[in-house]
């Protein structure tokens, strides 16, 4: 178990969650909600994210929509800025935004991977760094990582690598932090049914059309793994097994398979 022998999460208090208005990052608010946290709800699209306040508030708790642009480099100091001036105390952050660019890295636009580096990287360090200042008391840091994270991913190089930095930081943060009050937790889905794909441009490719999972079973999972203290979490019993077989497969044979894996149908 990392962290202190009471993990947080499943204490009540207040999670912070980027991302929220749709996917993964809208279940999560809600499994937070019904398990009775307060939540601080962040995204791009205000009116979404007022309409998730004001249903989770029917549920009994406090929602607070930050409608703001994370694609910034600015973004993390001044969200947490923001935080600090309505005098929210954040117990849980969760950091879940994050993008996807599909097809060869060498045809890639740069701007789109830059924003890719930017929110699935940058943002989350930055946040966790200016959160943990807040956690000398005990607090939780999830972070949505991916089995992508745990191979390379021809087609999808930058997105697979980012994901591979998450899961690395996230596993390496919760040792340090082990012997403190502060719970370390990646979440490692495999494909889940959300518009990600749609958005990354990958729909018409073979992992685009496969989902092994709902928003829901992820955030379930996500919250419960949190709860019991565990580091890493995948969900779902094949993606553990692909992430085992990952692990004792040859590396040139786990390329040429993700290779064909992300490649058009």
Same mark, same amino acid.
């Not at 685009?208 to 919250?223: I, K, L, Q, R």
């Not at 779902?236 to 077989?245: I, Y």
């Given at each position: 178990?990392?962290?202190?022998?009471?993990?947080?999460?499943?204490?009540?208090?207040?999670?912070?969650?980027?991302?929220?208005?749709?996917?993964?990052?809208?279940?999560?608010?809600?499994?937070?909600?019904?398990?009775?946290?307060? /939540?601080?709800?962040?995204?791009? =699209?205000?009116?979404?994210? *007022?309409? #998730?306040? $004001?249903?989770?508030?029917? +549920? !009994?708790?406090?929602?607070?929509? /930050?409608?703001?642009?994370?694609? =910034?480099?600015?973004?993390? *100091?001044? #969200?947490? $800025?923001?935080?600090?001036? +309505? !005098?929210?105390?954040?117990?849980?952050?969760?950091?879940?935004?994050?993008?996807?660019?599909?097809?060869?890295?060498?045809?890639?636009?740069?701007?789109?991977?830059?924003?890719?580096?930017?929110?699935?990287?940058?943002?989350?360090?930055?946040?966790?760094?200016?959160?943990?200042?807040?956690?000398?008391?005990?607090?939780?840091?999830?972070?949505?990582?991916?089995?992508?994270?745990?191979?390379?991913?021809?087609?999808?190089?930058?997105?697979?690598?980012?994901?591979?930095?998450?899961?690395?930081?996230?596993?390496?943060?919760?040792?340090?932090?082990?012997?403190?009050?502060?719970?370390?937790?990646?979440?490692?889905?495999?494909?889940?049914?959300?518009?990600?794909?749609?958005?990354?441009?990958?729909?018409?490719?073979?992992?685009?059309?496969?989902?092994?999972?709902?928003?829901?079973?992820?955030?379930?999972?996500?919250?419960?793994?949190?709860?019991?203290?565990?580091?890493?979490?995948?969900?779902?019993?094949?993606?553990?097994?692909?992430?085992?077989?990952?692990?004792?497969?040859?590396?040139?044979?786990?390329?040429?398979?993700?290779?064909?894996?992300?490649?058009?149908?």
């Amino acid at each position: 178990m990392s962290g202190s022998d009471v993990p947080v999460v499943g204490t009540g208090g207040t999670a912070l969650i980027t991302g929220a208005s749709a996917g993964i990052g809208r279940a999560l608010a809600q499994e937070f909600a019904t398990r009775g946290h307060d /939540v601080v709800l962040v995204a791009r =699209r205000e009116k979404e994210l *007022e309409r #998730l306040a $004001e249903d989770l508030e029917a +549920r !009994g708790v406090t929602a607070t929509p /930050v409608a703001m642009d994370l694609d =910034r480099a600015a973004a993390a *100091e001044d #969200l947490y $800025e923001e935080v600090d001036s +309505r !005098g929210l105390a954040v117990d849980v952050l969760v950091n879940n935004v994050g993008v996807g660019t599909y097809g060869p890295f060498a045809e890639s636009d740069l701007a789109a991977e830059q924003t890719q580096l930017r929110l699935n990287v940058v943002l989350p360090v930055e946040l966790t760094r200016l959160f943990l200042e807040e956690f000398d008391d005990g607090g939780a840091i999830i972070n949505i990582g991916s089995v992508a994270g745990f191979q390379p991913g021809p087609n999808l190089a930058g997105y697979y690598a980012s994901k591979a930095y998450i899961n690395s930081f996230s596993e390496a943060l919760a040792e340090e932090l082990r012997e403190t009050p502060v719970d370390v937790t990646v979440v490692c889905p495999g494909p889940v049914d959300t518009a990600f794909q749609e958005r990354a441009g990958m729909a018409d490719s073979t992992v685009g059309a496969v989902t092994s999972n709902t928003p829901e079973a992820v955030a379930t999972a996500a919250y419960e793994g949190a709860a019991a203290g565990e580091t890493v979490v995948i969900p779902r019993r094949s993606m553990r097994f692909v992430d085992r077989l990952v692990r004792v497969t040859p590396r040139w044979v786990v390329r040429r398979v993700a290779a064909v894996v992300n490649q058009g149908r």
